[in-house]
């Protein structure tokens, strides 16, 4: 059996794994340790051999310590009151104009996501926050849910972003520059979900109405409030790519600022520190364990010599790159109906990546390539978490609004899933947006 077939056995038992609901980290663990003793001539010796290194060599990396530290940023944001000043702020510049209400909310989830890394996070944390105000401003449900649930999917995309770092491992890349590049889609994708608001809202002006216009005195005031949280952004993004710290400095200097902006601003005490802590552990743990599935599955597909053999057909194949590139973005698209953002990243990067910097793109140089392919891929695999079956951010902000039918949620994500694909065509066809920042700071 070739490579690619016994590959793609491993997958479709990992999908019946994932079918009966097994949780993806086990399955990934399984599949890959049966992977493993199939390619090793059902020997079980070389399988506990490399089971006694396995958890050391991946939970002793260095560059892991980020993810923790992130997550504990992302915890002290949401624990310490700083998304209610964040949709106040954006909501005193934009809550006058139709529709203004949900475009403060999306702003607000951008960011939110440049302090939390995460778009469960920020979909569950706004979406109690903003809410109450729509509802009390009497928008439709399907518009206050459906721009919640896509706005929370900005928290990965706004940097610090969990999944980037996983890539940045994965592919030995500058997460500094992962970073760096992710600012400007992600202000494009915030950009695009205001659009389809005021579309829908011109299209039907009943479902966002107006809201009060606010002086220019109470907006200095919010801009004074969250002012701090803008600057632990650019604080922890320019000092990672500027060199002034690694990115596990920059994490501990913004969790450290998080965490007294959470008692000073937030009123966070003891009873929600200990929630902060045991939130981060558990995230924490949950991660590594998808890590460590990964990492075995990987290790058998390594054996089964699928991803070299993969890059050499495509690339043999003759096939436009354009249309491997689509092939792969639409495999994403399908992956999300069964698993999330972070198993997509673990389970198909070490497949995908050799693919892609086989082939030729516009020219570009393996490392803008690298960091191309990781916003793409970032962009699609967040599709996931507001398409059904899954949509994670959908199920999240529903059962917020427990009065909103899910199917009128579902139905209002539709246009902003809409945007989502004109921003990836558009992303696809000019890297240049990506990199536009990291050439600027480079030079």
Not at 58 to 86: E, K, W
Not at 206 to 232: M, T
Request: hydrophobic content about 55%; glycine content about 10%.
């Amino acid at each position: 059996m070739s490579g690619i077939a016994s590959g793609m056995t491993l997958f479709s038992a990992l999908m019946l794994l994932l079918l009966v609901r097994v949780p993806i980290g086990v399955a990934m663990f399984m599949i890959g340790a049966t992977g493993y003793v199939w390619f090793t001539g059902w020997e079980w010796t070389p399988l506990l051999n490399s089971l006694k290194n396995l958890a050391y060599a991946r939970l002793s990396n260095y560059d892991l310590i980020v993810i923790p530290l992130f997550l504990l940023m992302g915890q002290f944001a949401t624990h310490g009151g700083l998304s209610r000043s964040l949709f106040r702020f954006v909501s005193a510049f934009l809550g006058h104009m139709r529709g203004g209400i949900a475009m403060a909310a999306v702003g607000a989830c951008a960011a939110f996501g440049a302090i939390c890394g995460s778009s469960l996070a920020t979909a569950a944390t706004m979406g109690q926050v903003a809410l109450p105000e729509l509802e009390r401003a009497k928008y439709s449900g399907s518009l206050a849910t459906g721009a919640l649930a896509a706005g929370g999917t900005l928290g990965i995309m706004i940097p610090p972003s969990v999944p980037l770092v996983i890539y940045a491992i994965l592919t030995q890349e500058s997460i500094g520059k992962l970073f760096m590049a992710a600012v400007v889609p992600g202000v494009i994708a915030m950009v695009g979900y205001m659009v389809v608001i005021q579309i829908m809202v011109r299209l039907n002006p009943g479902s966002g109405p107006a809201g009060p216009r606010v002086g220019w005195g109470e907006r200095v005031r919010s801009l004074l409030v969250v002012l701090p949280v803008l600057l632990v952004f650019v604080v922890v993004i320019v000092g990672i790519y500027g060199g002034w710290a690694n990115p596990t400095e920059a994490a501990a200097i913004g969790a450290a600022a998080c965490g007294v902006l959470a008692v000073v601003n937030g009123g966070l005490r003891w009873r929600g520190l200990w929630h902060v802590g045991l939130g981060t552990a558990q995230t924490t743990a949950m991660i590594f364990l998808v890590l460590l599935g990964a990492d075995q599955l990987n290790t058998a597909l390594a054996l089964s010599q699928m991803p070299t053999e993969l890059a050499a057909w495509v690339k043999d194949a003759g096939f436009p790159p354009l249309l491997v590139m689509t092939a792969i973005l639409l495999v994403y698209v399908l992956l999300g109906c069964v698993m999330d953002s972070l198993a997509m990243i673990l389970l198909t990067i070490p497949v995908f990546y050799p693919v892609v910097m086989g082939l030729d793109f516009w020219g570009l140089s393996p490392t803008d390539k690298s960091i191309w392919f990781g916003i793409l891929a970032l962009m699609v695999v967040e599709i996931g978490l507001v398409h059904p079956p899954v949509g994670m951010n959908v199920y999240v902000i529903n059962r917020i609004a427990r009065n909103v039918p899910l199917t009128e949620t579902f139905k209002g994500v539709v246009p902003f899933l809409l945007s989502d694909f004109v921003r990836i065509a558009v992303l696809l066809f000019f890297p240049v947006l990506s990199l536009v920042l990291v050439r600027t700071f480079q030079t």
